[in-house]
């Protein structure tokens, strides 16, 4: 018998400590091998002034147990209180939130009854970066950010998670035909990644067709791995659609490590009363005890679930007549599940889970970058200015111009105004003006956009930033204009 493995333990806020007592209990019942240490997070932590609701012992406690078992926290209302999960999943760098989104058909209430879909969300970039910008009056701007190496780690996550978990397909959305570059590298790893799992279906969508797609059809996706922004918003449609948003639990997966939790939050006026369905954060201690190496405990406590929905004992969320045979507590739904430790549900499919798919990545580092040529051959200079038309624009700022680099064309909001632009196109005063070489693609030197910075001050123009424009490997690095 192996050891018993430390966790950290939070018990929340609301209805957050009787789920926590629910699940301990169920999965000690199992046998599962961990030890406990409690910390305190969530909404008495920020009344005390702390702003990310953790205390700087339970970061030290995070850091040596490197598992979190999560109840949901109440957020105190008005500003100032940052995202206690963010914050941890920054902190440790949780790369991937996975999230199975089921339908337990025809024993909860759902429009999809052969939904089985996982949701795996990159977790650390996209537009979750946090960096923006006021640049003019009227122009905010929030910065997207995908890379190679967070890539490969999620798609290589997606494809290790599939293999484990006897999964057929692995799909990507993606919006590359809008965001080439971005969502454009994401697409081009995962047609990568793809290559090395041959065993495993493949497929890309445009998020847009394919969000109707998961939304109308889920039956038709296994599992789903997409950048941060659309599986924040995906995740929880599918959640909802499988009909069980109370039901789901989700992982937050990091190299050293993880965090997990139910996918609700703390259903305050629920709290204190002994009604709360239990289920998401179980499912949640599930996917922990996968990830500690303890696959048949997950399994045995996860089947006992199943066989309980089964029986028709249901929490009142989930109560309907004519389905549910005995509506329960908190407690008794949890003793109910201790009384099937050991059963397989008749009618649902029973789970039978391996080892962590977490495990089995961490061995593989992202792949080293190729070596890549890289050539600066431009400048987009950016200008906070509203005096007149683009024409007047254009007119006015060829005259900096000279030493090798010629304005070669002006947008806005990313629509080409000038040389030919059309008197339609609505402007705002945030410019965009290219400076390249009078042969497109030719060198030039950083020297050269120094000395047209100060040309741009010295006329008068207010610069509000740059991006120097660069091929690799011969290829443009920036995004270009049709027209251009
Ligand atoms: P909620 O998920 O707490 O509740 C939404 C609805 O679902 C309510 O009607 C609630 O009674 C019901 N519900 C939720 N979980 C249930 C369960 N286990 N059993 C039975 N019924 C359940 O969402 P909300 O009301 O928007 O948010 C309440 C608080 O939770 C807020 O302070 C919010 O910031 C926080 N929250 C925390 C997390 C988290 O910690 N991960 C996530 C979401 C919301």
Redesign the pocket.
Same mark, same amino acid.
């Given at each position: 018998m192996s050891q018993n493995v430390p966790i950290t333990v939070a018990r929340?806020d609301? $209805?957050g400590p009787e $789920?926590m007592d629910a699940t301990l209990k169920i999965i000690k019942a199992a046998g599962a091998r961990i030890d406990i240490e409690e910390i305190e997070v969530g909404e008495q932590v920020y009344l005390r002034g702390v702003s990310a609701g953790i205390e700087p012992s339970a970061w030290e406690s995070l850091s040596r147990n490197k598992v979190f078992l999560k109840a %949901? $926290?109440?957020?105190p209302q008005g500003g100032g209180y940052k995202s206690l =999960?963010v914050a941890v999943r920054t902190a440790f760098s949780l790369y991937a939130n996975v999230r199975p989104c089921v339908a337990y058909h025809p024993f909860v209430d759902t429009k999809h009854p052969g939904m089985d879909v996982v949701i795996i969300r990159e977790n650390e970039e996209d537009l979750y970066s946090g960096i923006e910008y006021q640049q003019t009056p009227l122009m905010m701007e929030s910065l997207k950010l995908i890379s190679r190496p967070g890539s490969e780690k999620i798609v290589r996550y997606a494809f290790e998670y599939a293999r484990s978990n006897n999964r057929k397909k692995v799909t990507c959305f993606v919006k590359d035909n809008i965001m080439k570059q971005s969502d454009g590298l994401f697409h081009k790893v995962f047609d990568e990644i793809a290559a090395e799992y041959p065993d495993i279906e493949n497929e890309a969508w445009i998020v847009d067709i394919g969000a109707a797609k998961l939304a109308d059809t889920p039956e038709a996706f296994d599992v789903v791995v997409m950048p941060n922004l659309y599986g924040d918003i995906l995740s929880d449609v599918a959640a909802q659609i499988a009909g069980s948003v109370?039901l789901a639990g989700s992982a937050n997966i990091g190299e050293g490590c993880a965090m997990f939790?139910?996918i609700?939050?703390? @259903? %305050? /006026? /629920?709290a204190g009363q002994n009604? @709360? =369905?239990p289920s998401?954060l179980l499912l949640g201690a599930v996917l922990m005890l996968v990830h500690i190496g303890q696959p048949e405990i997950a399994t045995a406590v996860h089947n006992a679930w199943l066989r309980t929905l089964e029986e028709g004992i249901h929490?009142y969320?989930i109560y309907a007549e004519g389905v549910s045979k005995q509506k329960v507590g908190t407690r008794e739904f949890a003793d109910a599940i201790i009384a099937r430790l050991g059963q397989k549900p008749e009618k649902l499919k029973a789970v039978n889970y391996s080892s962590s798919p977490a495990s089995q990545t961490r061995t593989k580092a992202p792949k080293v970058e190729p070596t890549v040529s890289k050539e600066l051959v431009g400048v987009d200079v950016y200008l906070d200015w509203s005096k007149g038309s683009a024409e007047k624009l254009g007119n006015a700022f060829k005259q900096v111009s000279g030493e090798g680099l010629e304005l070669k064309m002006i947008t806005n909001r990313g629509a080409k105004v000038w040389p030919n632009g059309l008197p339609y196109t609505f402007c705002t005063d945030h410019w965009r003006c290219r400076f390249q070489a009078p042969e497109i693609g030719t060198k030039v030197e950083p020297t050269q956009i120094i000395s047209l910075l100060q040309r741009v001050h010295a006329a008068g123009f207010d610069c509000i930033k740059t991006e120097n424009l660069y091929n690799f490997d011969g290829t443009p690095g920036y995004s270009r204009v049709p027209g251009e």
């Open positions: 929340g609301g $209805i $789920i %949901p $926290i109440t957020t =999960n109370g939790e139910a609700h939050g703390s @259903a %305050p /006026r /629920r009604l @709360a =369905n998401g929490t969320d």
